[in-house]
């Protein structure tokens, strides 16, 4: 007799466990792949994953296996599942979870909880766990009968898809056991539209009346799918493109009309070009405040643009900057409808075209130039250290790498078809000005809650989604204490992926405001590193230090080979100057002011 589909569920009425209602709803949801930890809350339910056809990734600490799950659903465009012990197994996922809301990843967090008869007495692992994610999730199901299992485990699936966000589904330990009958529940999913006909029709008679119109690729177009639905509207008008801050993967990167990155160490083509703009479409953007930003000195937002915004989420139209037309809609869908809308007419931007296609590209080529020739940054600080570190020599023949270079050089030698992810911190964000992409689902950063100890754990869920594209993460020496720990999941689980270390021995973004504002007075910022080349060996992994210039390229292009022919996990450390690039927000503090004597010269 042969042994039924793993992947099969039953239909109608049926009578089961919830352990099984539970691990069969997950199944008609096309979950193969969970990140966490075992524990005894979820182990009658754990017991059956491997049989259904889902395999749990065990991970060194919980917070990992949500940013896995994050970078799993960012990748896939699916759902990204983590699970651990009640208690502190759950209150490990907050930061992730956190994080996965600001990236509008429909990640299903599952926090098996205290048993019932516990609930309050102050029991072992014993936490009221819905009050920890109330503020992060889009949906919070908890199961309050062992009946209503799979309608609340495939309602959570369905809400993380529909509203674009986390969800938790919240189970008393107790309620995996018992006898049911139910029916699982198919999946759910809403075919979004382009919006109303009134803003519609309003935002392409703006559009026909345009002379400079500029449009920006939000995460939206990446969602959604649409950046070939972007391209033609962007072709119709002859209008630049500009990816929104850390949406780098938006729009490809090799075509004319792409200007680069808005935000901070973003493009100054891309903040030049919006500058000049009459009308702006925020394409699948909500137009975050820390993205729109002054940066390079230029305050380049156009006040006077009329905008056009177009988001999934209504609540995010005109929250941040005042609009002339919001759409409630689909980016792929809308950006189909707009260029309808404007098919056959003579648009006030046809004359210039060639024009404005000329500037895209002496503006573009500008930056490029003055890229290659910033090496260094400029300031005070950055050049007393990197004198201070010319004559400081990490290894015998090599010096301190100027972290620019470095950057440009990884951009040179990345492969084809690549993800990369990109921690919080000082050099990971001047990465912004030289991450290149030409297809979506290919960057991932921490996004608007900027926790360390993001990038790896999430290009490790993204390998598990893709593991046929190569996949890197970069980090800070901060950072990277943050999840360097997550290499022998990698090395134990048979997952190769690439970090890139960025070993500068300091907190460097929180290390520039001592810089500005505090007199260089350094508190808890310098850090004492061992070498982490030498760390991720002696956990089964490969390890590259990595101290000349002309060594980055080859070491990555080792890195990939050893990850993509050999399933080898490397981690590259580079040692660079302990050079600070522009702070993060220079509206951020205030000079300090003392009224106590003691503290009088502390200012």
């Avoid at 503006?363 to 004559?391: Q, R, V």
Wanted: glycine share 10%; aromatic share 8%; hydrophobic share 40%.
């Amino acid at each position: 007799m042969s042994k039924p589909d793993p992947r099969t569920v039953p239909e109608g009425p049926t009578r089961m466990t919830p352990s099984e209602a539970f691990v069969e709803t997950m199944v008609a949801n096309g979950v193969t792949d969970m990140f966490g930890i075992m524990g005894s809350a979820f182990m009658d339910a754990m017991d059956i994953f491997a049989p259904a056809g889902i395999r749990l990734i065990p991970v060194v600490h919980e917070q990992g296996a949500g940013h896995m799950a994050d970078g799993y659903s960012r990748v896939s465009g699916r759902h990204g599942v983590c699970i651990g012990q009640n208690g502190p197994g759950i209150s490990n996922c907050v930061t992730a979870i956190a994080a996965a809301y600001w990236a509008h990843s429909p990640v299903v967090l599952v926090t098996p909880e205290t048993g019932t008869m516990g609930m309050g007495l102050g029991g072992f692992q014993e936490a009221n766990q819905l009050p920890m994610f109330e503020e992060f999730t889009k949906y919070q199901g908890h199961v309050n009968n062992p009946k209503r299992m799979a309608e609340y485990t495939g309602r959570c699936f369905d809400r993380a898809m529909s509203e674009m966000g986390p969800t938790q589904l919240n189970i008393p330990r107790d309620y995996f056991y018992g006898d049911i009958t139910c029916e699982i529940p198919q999946p759910f999913r809403l075919d979004r539209g382009p919006g109303g006909e009134k803003s519609l029709n309003e935002a392409a008679e703006l559009l026909a009346q345009a002379k400079f119109p500029v449009i920006i690729s939000g995460g939206g177009v990446v969602m959604a799918d649409g950046v070939e639905e972007c391209k033609a509207l962007a072709e119709r008008l002859g209008a630049p493109v500009v990816n929104s801050y850390l949406h780098n993967d938006s729009f490809p990167a090799s075509h004319p009309l792409w200007c680069g990155p808005l935000g901070y160490q973003g493009s100054k083509a891309a903040m030049k070009l919006m500058a000049q703009a009459d009308v702006v479409v925020a394409l699948g953007s909500r137009l975050g405040p820390f993205g729109t930003l002054p940066q390079h000195g230029m305050d380049y937002w156009p006040t006077k643009a009329k905008i056009i915004q177009i988001d999934a989420d209504n609540k995010m139209l005109g929250l941040v900057k005042k609009i002339s037309v919001g759409i409630c809609g689909d980016a792929k869908a809308a950006a189909i409808a707009l260029t309808q809308r404007l098919s056959g007419r003579t648009l006030a931007c046809d004359a210039s075209k060639a024009g404005r296609a000329a500037t895209i590209a002496v503006e573009k080529a500008a930056w490029e130039k003055e890229l290659d020739e910033w090496t260094h940054e400029h300031d005070p600080f950055s050049l007393d250290m990197i004198d201070e570190n010319g004559k400081e020599k990490p290894f015998s023949g090599g010096s301190y790498l100027h972290p620019r270079q470095v950057l440009r050089e990884l951009e040179k030698a990345m492969p084809a078809d690549v993800m990369v992810s990109t921690d919080i911190g000082n050099i990971n964000s001047v990465a912004n000005s030289y991450l290149r992409f030409e297809k979506p689902r290919s960057f991932f950063a921490a996004m608007s809650f900027g926790n360390c100890g993001y990038a790896f754990p999430t290009i490790i869920g993204a390998k598990v989604a893709a593991p046929h594209r190569p996949a890197i993460s970069y980090a800070g020496d901060g950072a990277w204490g943050m999840s360097l720990m997550e290499t022998m999941t990698c090395v134990r689980h048979d997952i190769p992926v690439t970090a890139v270390v960025f070993h500068n021995r300091q907190w460097g973004a929180e290390k520039k405001n001592q810089v500005d504002f505090y007199n260089r007075r350094f508190v808890a910022g310098e850090l004492d590193n061992q070498s982490f080349a030498g760390i991720a060996r002696a956990m089964g992994a490969e390890g590259i230090t990595v101290d000349k210039l002309e060594d980055v390229g080859p070491a990555l292009k080792k890195a990939i080979d050893l990850q993509m022919n050999q399933g080898k996990t490397c981690i590259i450390e580079i040692m660079c100057t302990r050079e600070l690039g522009d702070p993060f927000r220079r509206d951020a503090l205030s000079k300090p002011v003392r009224h106590l004597e003691k503290y009088k010269d502390y200012v």
